[in-house]
């Protein structure tokens, strides 16, 4: 397969996903953008790449179709897809399975928990406790599952998508930060346009179908492709410098980081923003990324990931803010 043939196909995808889903093309593309970024974790054991997907939390109020773009887009892939409902009373084992005794054998069995799957949908994760919450981190960070005493591997491809709404104050739990780390993208989806609605209204969705575009050994092949894009050392130089100036302290000269900011953004995320850049410029069918690639998905790649000041929140600065404020003191190479 080469790069043209590939970006047809994701194309196709992104055609069938908007058969169903009205008004997101700008999310729908950011999903795709996270299924193909090449994000490394490890160094290679056993002959074995150790690489992951950038895992998306999607945002907004009830009733945006964020779910059901989730389960659009799983339709179109040829994987196994999986999703769990968060609730408060739901346990970790519920997550990622469990050790059952059977008396007749005299030992034990390994049930295997819904997290052994391909595609995850985590929906409405906030609802569920920081403890079940947890079960999610080695699955998204190491591709691999920890039941008892024995580790499973996780098939590719494996990418969790999760859902969350932020109105709701009471049986929610807001995700830890180092959950919240374990997501490449969060992508605040938003009311649709006047329109959109329109068009909503018209279509018949009953009677619309969504066909199987791509398979799973397709995916990893364009994931081989992406992986190959180049990126020029000064890109490299500029995310490193984006990434810093997220951080208080350390020399910085930008007030408002100094002011508002607690935490800024991890090392882990220069590898998810490095991998989403890839993904940026393939997507839009180039082998080369540009600095625009950068700032196109740095917004929904670090917003999540600059924890506020208490001054900042109650000053009701955003993330969003801090963040434009920093592109515009991060000089373009």
Request: aromatic share 6%; hydrophobic share 40%.
């Amino acid at each position: 397969m080469d790069s043209r043939t590939a970006c047809a196909l994701v194309s196709r995808v992104e055609a069938e996903i908007n058969k169903v889903i009205v008004g997101q093309q700008w999310a729908i593309r950011r999903l795709l953008i996270g299924l193909l970024a090449v994000i490394p974790y490890s160094f290679r054991r056993n002959e074995e790449e150790r690489t992951g997907y950038g895992h998306v939390l999607l945002e907004g109020v009830p009733g945006l179709a964020k779910t059901l773009t989730i389960m659009t887009l799983a339709s179109t892939i040829d994987a196994k897809f999986q999703r769990i409902q968060f609730t408060p009373d739901m346990l970790p084992a519920d997550i990622v399975g469990t050790k059952i005794y059977e008396a007749s054998l005299n030992t034990f069995r390994t049930d295997k928990g819904p997290i052994f799957a391909n595609v995850i949908l985590a929906d409405e994760i906030n609802r569920a406790t920081q403890k079940t919450q947890s079960a999610l981190l080695e699955a998204m960070q190491e591709r691999q599952v920890t039941i008892g005493e024995n580790t499973f591997r996780l098939d590719e491809p494996f990418w969790v998508l999760a859902t969350q709404n932020p109105v709701e104050q009471e049986g929610v739990y807001p995700l830890p930060e180092a959950q919240l780390d374990r997501f490449a993208l969060k992508i605040h989806v938003d009311y649709p346009s006047h329109a959109d609605e329109i068009e909503m209204l018209r279509r018949r969705l009953t009677n619309t179908e969504v066909q199987q575009i791509i398979s799973r050994a397709e995916v990893l092949r364009i994931r081989g492709l992406v992986s190959e894009v180049h990126v020029d050392d000064k890109i490299r130089e500029y995310i490193i410098r984006i990434i810093r100036a997220t951080r208080a302290g350390e020399g910085q000269t930008n007030s408002m980081v100094n002011e508002m900011v607690l935490h800024g953004a991890s090392p882990r995320s220069a590898q998810h923003l490095l991998a989403l850049t890839r993904s940026t410029a393939f997507v839009d069918g180039r082998d080369f990324a540009l600095p625009s690639d950068v700032k196109s998905i740095a917004f929904d790649a670090l917003s999540h990931r600059v924890i506020r000041t208490m001054r900042a929140e109650a000053e009701n600065i955003t993330a969003t803010e801090i963040l434009g404020e920093i592109f515009r003191a991060v000089p373009i190479p």
